[in-house]
């Protein structure tokens, strides 16, 4: 008899030791342990052997439970006439709702709920701008880009895509002048201007287009910058268009009057004085004269910022005119009175005012209930004969309200800052993004598919899959932002810390940091590189 009839049997083993003698890790969603130092997030992929277990060092050992441990466990529970239903689900809580004004916001990004997200991860507001901010400038740019109907040309000079804004009338010392406000769009820098357009000019009146150039020089924030002037037959007529920087949502003081239902606050008619002191200081030390200074040509902003929208209009219209410098500037200031006695008159004052009624002396409108300071500043501007007003006088007159005024201005600064610097590092993730898709997308020269799939570049894969397809504990994709920009500001920086990457089959496992996988992804971009400067000398 041979040597394989005399050996006996082998006694059949026990699902505990044929487990315990398999190569094979658990399933995936048995993985608990193995996460004790990694993120709880974790890639989607299907039920299936892992292999590679050997590479988690750190984790502790896994002993699947037996079978007799399960019978074991089901003789010391309670015996029950009937089966317990299946434990309830826990409740998902929905996360907040954008709290939206008129049109969907569509670059709003809802946060997952703050007892949903670990510990370890800041929201996602954590990496983009203040809220506030981003959607004063979402809406800045709405206004920008879009376009109303009208029958205005397409283009006119080098400006298209003209859309009306409103029009306003100028009072000047020789009558009336409608000013028609039209957003264009420029062809050589595809920056926004708004058009000045003064239609129906006389074939008499030729404009001084030379004084453009001395306006182009008066640099403030407090004015709207004026580009360039020209003549031009595009509209029908022989019009002179006006082209000054456009601040998206700002419209007239005119305008505004007519919307306001009460008068304005003290603290806001300090604001538009200092504001307005600030761009004549400009405009007078340059030697020239707004000289039509009024609510028709003052443009505010919802947040309050004040703009001169005048420059070098009289000035183009009326070359000739004989005032003097010396007397348009002292109307320039005086006009300030003006500008503040129509925000303090309200309901059918203020529509008189928008419509072009002279405004009601500012001493007159100035009652008991505003600081001793404001009513001296009424006496100050509305005076014509005692003394020559000045921006120095204003300044004096503001004392600590300038201070004020100063540290507004600084804490808006240290926001747009604030909010630069995110969006500096957003700019580097999305870099980071276009090399990640490269070379978990790419291919060899050759066209081969599983080029991604081989060497380093297999861990731009798993772990592209790690940011964007990672699910939750219930198996629902997770969408939070903070997950992806948190990993990508990780991976950009290089970081030591450890990620767990497992394949979509659930048959590879590694446990790599974020400088290995920045490393391999660094290769494999350069490695596409070279390739494609190697082909295009080859072209050549």
């Known amino acids: ?20 003698l398999r190569p094979q890790a658990p399933r995936f ?36 439970r037996s079978k007799q441990q399960k019978q074991q466990k089901q003789q010391t529970a309670p015996a029950a006439s009937k089966s317990p239903p299946p434990p309830a689900q826990p409740s998902r809580v929905a996360g907040p709702e954008p709290a939206v004004d008129g049109a969907c916001d569509d ?18 507001g954590y990496y983009a701008v203040d809220e ?64 000045g357009r003064i239609a129906g000019l006389p074939p008499s009146t030729k404009p001084d287009l030379g004084v453009v150039d001395r306006w182009r020089c008066v640099q403030n924030p407090g004015i709207a910058h004026v580009h360039e002037a020209f003549v031009t037959r595009a509209f029908g007529d022989s019009s002179l268009v006006v ?30 004085v200092l504001q307005l002191a600030s761009a004549l200081h400009a405009v007078h030390a340059a030697g020239l004269a707004a000289c039509v200074l009024g609510p028709s040509t003052v443009w505010i902003t919802p947040a309050g910022r004040v703009y001169i929208a005048c420059g070098g209009l009289l000035d183009l ?17 005086r006009a300030i009175g003006q500008i503040v006695s129509a925000l303090l008159c309200a309901g059918a004052e203020g529509a008189a005012v928008a419509r072009g009624q002279p405004p009601l002396p500012l001493a007159a409108t100035v009652g008991p209930g505003f600081s001793p300071s404001l009513r001296e500043l009424a006496v100050y501007l509305s005076d014509q004969r005692a003394h020559t007003v000045g921006v120095d006088g204003i300044v004096r007159l503001a004392g600590a309200r300038a201070l004020v005024e100063l540290g507004a201005v600084r804490r808006e600064a240290d926001l747009v800052l604030d909010g630069l610097r995110v969006e500096m590092a957003n700019g580097r993730l999305a ?62 920086a ?40 190697a082909a295009a000398r080859a072209w050549r």
């Open 1 to 20: 008899m041979s040597d394989d009839k005399k050996k006996p049997a082998a006694a059949p083993q026990s699902p505990a030791q044929t487990s315990s």
């Open 29 to 64: 969603q048995t993985r608990k342990a193995l996460q004790a130092s990694s993120p709880t997030i974790r890639p989607a992929a299907s039920a299936g052997a892992a292999s590679g277990s050997a590479l988690v060092k750190d984790a502790p050992a896994f002993t699947p």
């Open 107 to 124: 670059f709003f990004m809802p946060l997952p709920p703050v007892n949903t997200r670990p510990p370890f991860m800041q929201p996602a």
């Open 132 to 195: 506030s901010l981003r959607r004063a400038l979402a809406s800045e740019m709405r206004a920008a880009f879009a376009v109303g109907e009208s029958n205005l040309p397409y283009r006119v000079h080098s400006y298209y895509a003209l859309s009306p804004l409103e029009t306003t009338e100028i009072y000047t010392a020789s009558g009336c002048i409608a000013e028609h406000a039209i957003k264009a769009q420029s062809i050589s820098d595809g920056r926004h201007y708004m058009l």
């Open 243 to 272: 082209v000054r920087d456009y601040k998206p949502l700002a419209a007239s003081l005119a305008s505004r009057l007519l919307e306001r239902p009460a008068p304005a606050t003290e603290a806001f008619l300090w604001s538009v």
């Open 317 to 333: 219209l009326s070359p000739g005119r004989s005032e003097s410098l010396a007397a348009a500037q002292q109307r320039d200031l």
């Open 431 to 492: 870099r980071l993004l276009c090399k990640l898709g490269f070379v978990a997308e790419g291919a060899d020269s050759s066209g081969g598919p599983g080029w991604s799939e081989t060497g380093d570049r297999y861990l731009a894969a798993l772990f592209r899959d790690y940011v964007f397809r990672s699910v939750d504990e219930d198996g629902v994709l997770a969408t939070d932002m903070a997950h992806v920009i948190g990993n990508l500001n990780k991976l950009d």
């Open 494 to 533: 290089g970081s030591s810390e450890k990620v767990m990457l497992v394949s979509r089959d659930d048959k590879s496992c590694l446990v790599v940091s974020y400088s290995e996988v920045k490393r391999s992804i660094d290769s494999a971009y350069s490695e596409l590189l070279a390739a494609a400067q």
